[in-house]
């Protein structure tokens, strides 16, 4: 089946907008070119895999995306992004996204239904649609992409964890060679009373690769890469900093610590509690190499005090953050075989919190 590729949308201004999410429900916005002296955040995150539009169908063609946009708990949490394309040149295209639902489920390379190693939470088969949302408004060759709402990543060191919206099913995979697939299908029925430019039919999205794992650092980017984190966290904004953090959790290289111990100087509880994470997936990733400078990381952050450990209204609430802190460094350290974390975890126990004291002890005991 050939796919028909509607034209690439940055050589048709001014008519085009990409749009994050509440943008996209509220209808159409025109953004002027951004300047600014400072680095800035990426918008809509590079698909790791390829992403094919739909046919046509009624003038509309759509598409999904699949993006690794961190790494939470040794697990790549991946973001979909919907896109649609208006190939029409009515004034308007209406899809009524309060009615609209996409089913999506996972399949192999042969379109056959794959369960076997994923693990499911969540509602069974779903819609990443809500029932209230205002109709989506695309001008004529116009095109919106909206990040769908993503997350749960709780389960640790899978090879991917898909969320496909706020409340619907939450994919856990399990480390494979196999290809895998997401297949998604849209369909929205004709609506009474219509109006003209008021959009109806099936749409069923060419299947896209879900891409699972971590991939080694690409040596043609890696410095650059380096180099955009560190203007990130240079700018000493939180905001920045965890995304700078996030990208360099993508790298899976021993190389970025260095960045992650600049970032976790910055007095903010969000970017040391990422950065702690991140060196307990490189201490669990990496169990033979030498990991001298994550230990170090560690180790420092078991010593985090209330005035280190961010905003805080008062001492106690000061004191209460520091610990929940030094209780993530007790967890990423049980989940380590490597002898110094085992060593540190000891020392641990001597925590001036109790619960942080328990915590270690407990895992002793455990492992």
């Not at 985090?304 to 450990?309: L, R, T």
């Amino acid at each position: 089946m050939r796919i028909l590729h509607p034209p690439n949308p940055l050589t048709t201004p001014p008519v085009n907008a990409r749009l994050g999410w509440a943008a996209a429900v509220a209808g159409a916005v025109f953004h002027a070119p951004l300047m600014a002296a400072e680095p800035v955040l990426a918008g809509t995150p590079a698909p790791d895999t390829p992403c094919e539009w739909s046919r046509p169908v009624n003038g509309l063609s759509a598409r999904i995306c699949l993006s690794r946009i961190a790494v939470y708990n040794g697990s790549p949490l991946i973001q979909a992004t919907v896109s649609f394309w208006n190939g029409t040149y009515e004034p308007r295209m209406s899809i009524a996204w309060r009615v609209g639902a996409i089913d999506f489920s996972i399949v192999d390379s042969h379109g056959a239904p794959v369960t076997a190693g994923i693990n499911v939470d969540g509602m069974q088969g779903g819609s990443i649609m809500s029932g209230r949302d205002p109709p989506l408004i695309l001008p004529p060759h116009g095109e919106i992409s909206i990040p769908i709402p993503g997350g749960g990543g709780v389960a640790r060191d899978k090879a991917a964890v898909l969320q496909l919206g706020t409340f619907p099913d939450i994919y856990a995979f399990e480390p494979t060679d196999r290809p895998l697939f997401l297949h998604a299908v849209f369909e929205l029925h004709k609506q009474a009373p219509a109006e003209r430019g008021d959009w109806s039919g099936r749409i069923v999205f060419p299947d896209v690769r879900i891409p699972l794992g971590l991939t080694s650092a690409n040596p043609a980017t890696f410095a650059a890469t380096l180099a955009e984190a560190d203007a990130l966290i240079a700018t000493g904004d939180p905001e920045k900093t965890i995304a700078a953090v996030d990208r360099l959790s993508l790298l899976n290289d021993l190389r970025v610590v260095p960045l992650y111990m600049k970032a976790f100087a910055l007095s903010d509880y969000s970017v040391k509690f990422r950065v702690i994470d991140n060196l307990g997936a490189l201490l669990r990733h990496f169990p033979k190499a030498n990991l001298d400078a994550v230990m170090a990381g560690l180790t420092q952050a078991s010593r985090i005090g209330p005035a280190d450990a961010g905003r805080a209204t008062n001492e106690k609430v000061a004191a209460e953050v520091a610990s929940v802190l030094r209780q993530s460094v007790v967890q990423v350290l049980a989940g380590s075989s490597n002898p110094d974390a085992r060593k540190l975890l000891m020392t641990m126990q001597s925590d001036p919190d109790e619960k942080v004291r328990d915590l270690a002890g407990r895992y002793l005991k455990e492992h």
